[in-house]
């Protein structure tokens, strides 16, 4: 197991650049998802 | 096209800034000699393109602000024509005096005499091209905020003929024939001078209406 | 020719596809994130390590997608911008306008995950050679079209000069990366040969394959969540869409395709 998150000795080049995809994927995700919702309540309001 | 004999003090300036950066490089890099000649041709065409870069913010601001870019629109005659003149008119205030006093420049930086022509060659070539793309991006921001959105804008589009432009100097520079990137550039300067006052003519009907 | 025609016309008005973009939207992101993960698994655990790079190569099944990613992306936005210049259709400004942050922020990524491979690799975390020159010419490209929308207040202005920058820079990138390249092989033919990308084994291209797909589906599920909102943004004043919110909210059973989304588990992304 430790083997793994060693990476043959590049745990810090490949986990970062693993880690870095995540970080983008889940921020491409969310920040459109947050937008759409304040949108949605905004019209929801009676005005 | 009067207009581009309107303001002497304004046409040197491009000139000017065009040897004052060339010269802050043996000043920022030291006066070895060998380092410069090295350098010289990539540092002479930063020079030029940053020069030409500052030239194109009057190249439309004056011509907006009294009103002649509204006048120009409503001319029967194609825009692109007229947009093409302008620019030829540009490029004779401010490439050909550069051409002119690139030997000063050249011998600042040490090149050997046999560089000259090829580099005289890329830079009638080049600055053409430079200034085309320039206008293109010039006439596209004309009416945004941001200063320095013109040149992040304008940086992609100058990548080629910098590479093929400076390339050809150090063909030469290595013995080599320059004749690929000379050909290429013209090849380059051909096809902008095609298409880039159409280009410029619709960014002018854009952010002019 | 009629059906077409109007078929054509209800997909390029905002208000029917509103709707689309929000059904399309599990099609695109299920399978994204089962490829994902299967891609992740295979490329992080079962592929075997390389023989030459050890298992620093294991970044390739992050950094060839981001930047497959990041051309497709601009090929979406200057397709749109060129089809809102010319035509003027809203719609495709808004997934013009939509698909240029996505493809930047992918950008960014691959030349990230390109630099941390290379690093370990090729001892040097940056190198001028065509690919990654005309990876970061397109970086700037997209943020240049990106500030231009933003330094332009009048919106149909910011699309149009967008529209028409997105053109040239298509045109661009070619050009540079043949500059690049051919300058290259005059001068460093030994560094060529060293980011060539060598012969893989099915079982490191398999996943590397899946996860490209993975990726594209998933550009395409974020596509349709940005549309929706840019859809939001601009229609919010007419009134079929306050006729949608106005009513009560449980009427609007496929709409919250958005609130499942975001409780969905993320973890293996």
Not at chain 2, 29 to 45: F, M, N, V
Not at chain 3, 200 to 212: C, D, N, Y
Request: hydrophobic share 55%; proline share 6%.
């Amino acid at each position: 197991m430790s083997e793994f998150f060693a990476m043959g000795g590049y745990a810090t080049y490949v986990w970062s650049a693993w880690g870095l995809t995540a970080l983008v994927m889940t921020m491409n995700l969310l920040l459109p998802l947050r937008q759409c919702r304040k949108l949605r309540v905004e019209l929801e309001q009676p005005e | 096209m009067l207009g581009a004999v309107r303001q002497p003090g304004d046409a040197l300036a491009p000139v000017v800034f065009y040897l004052i950066v060339g010269m802050l490089f043996p000043l920022a890099l030291g006066s070895d000699p060998r380092l410069l000649a090295q350098i010289g041709p990539g540092a002479i065409w930063i020079a030029a393109l940053l020069a030409v870069l500052l030239s194109l913010h009057k190249l439309f601001r004056s011509d907006l602000d009294n009103g002649y870019l509204d006048q120009l629109l409503l001319i029967p005659c194609p825009l692109f024509l007229l947009i093409g003149a302008r620019l030829l008119a540009h490029w004779l205030q401010t490439g050909l005096p550069m051409l002119l006093v690139t030997p000063l420049l050249a011998e600042s930086f040490g090149l050997d005499y046999a560089l000259l022509p090829v580099l005289l060659a890329a830079l009638a070539l080049g600055t053409p091209v430079l200034l085309l793309l320039g206008a293109i991006n010039e006439a596209l921001t004309l009416t945004s905020r941001g200063g320095a959105l013109l040149a992040l804008l304008v940086l992609p589009l100058y990548v080629p003929t910098l590479v093929f432009g400076s390339g050809a100097v150090y063909a030469v520079h290595f013995g080599e024939s320059p004749a690929g990137h000379l050909s290429l550039l013209a090849a380059l300067a051909l096809v902008t001078l095609l298409f880039a006052p159409w280009a410029v003519a619709t960014a002018l009907r854009i952010s002019i209406d | 020719m009629s059906v077409i025609k109007e078929y054509w016309h209800k997909l390029s008005s905002a208000k029917h596809f509103y709707p689309i973009a929000g059904a399309l939207l599990p099609w695109f992101i299920i399978p994204a994130l089962l490829m994902l993960a299967w891609g992740s698994w295979q490329g992080l655990v079962v592929a075997p390590a390389d023989y030459q790079q050890g298992d620093s190569y294991r970044i390739i099944f992050v950094h060839v997608p981001a930047a497959w990613l990041s051309m497709m992306a601009y090929m979406v936005m200057a397709i749109n911008g060129a089809i809102y210049l010319v035509w003027k259709i809203k719609l495709a400004d808004i997934v013009a306008e939509s698909a240029a942050p996505i493809g930047a922020s992918f950008t960014f990524l691959a030349l990230a995950t390109g630099s941390l491979w290379g690093k370990p690799m090729w001892g040097t975390w940056w190198v001028w050679d065509a690919r990654l020159t005309s990876e970061l010419v397109l970086l700037f490209l997209y943020l240049g079209t990106i500030a231009l929308r933003g330094a332009i207040d009048d919106r149909q202005r910011a699309g149009r000069a967008a529209g028409l920058l997105g053109l040239i820079g298509a045109i661009n990138v070619p050009i540079i990366h043949f500059s690049v390249e051919w300058w290259e092989t005059l001068h460093q033919p030994a560094t060529v040969s060293k980011f060539s990308a060598p012969s893989m084994h099915p079982s490191m291209l398999i996943p590397l394959l899946v996860m490209a797909l993975g990726f594209t589906l998933f550009f395409f599920a974020v596509l349709m969540i940005k549309i929706r909102a840019g859809i939001l943004e601009q229609e919010r004043h007419s009134r079929w869409l306050s006729a949608l919110y106005a009513e009560a909210p449980e009427t609007t059973a496929t709409y919250s395709a958005e609130g499942n989304l975001a409780a969905m588990d993320e973890s293996n992304e």
